[in-house]
């Protein structure tokens, strides 16, 4: 098995992130490694924030105003102003998608996950880990107009980046069920 092959095996998500994160070059080569996500039509519909130091506790500050809004309980406010301080850094992917392109909006949003998907491989080859998370905030309107997301734009996914405090085992990957030889009806 070469390592590309063992690593996209062996990747796994990890809910609880502490410190160290990746150094600036590392992160620049991380977002090299989105920007390389196929991208139909090349038209890089993708925008990446990175959230980092006391960011994180202004975005947990947006996330608790919005849990008060909706009347959640106080123990939810908190939990909600906690969430971006369970790594130390953030990188959140939006799409802007071009409507008047002819390749779907669908498809533009596939190419961010694509890209969120090539930052976390690269993430975990250089040795720390990420969990992809999204929850009823990236649906939120305000949380869209904090990262510039365009009316029919979306928050693809927060990314939560950093190394892990207990090491989480990819499940073995089972094939039966998923896959079968097409055979015209
Ligand atoms: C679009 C998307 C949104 C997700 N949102 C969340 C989330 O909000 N919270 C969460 O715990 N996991 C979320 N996940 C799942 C985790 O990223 C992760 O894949 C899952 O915990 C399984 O772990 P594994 O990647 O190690 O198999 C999301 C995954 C995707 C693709």
Redesign the pocket.
Known sequence: MNTVIELLQK???S?KLDAPAPTDEEVEQILRCGLRAPDHGRLKPWRFHIVQGAQLAELGHLFADIAKERGESDAKVEKSRNMPLRAPLMIVATCHPYENSKIPVTEQILAV?AAIQNMQVAISSLGYSS?????EC?YEEKVKRAFDVPEQGEI??FLYIGTPTIT?H??EVELDGYVKQWIKP
């Open positions: 990747r796994a998500s809910p996950g969990i992809w998370r999204t929850g990236a693809v996914g989480n990819a499940p």
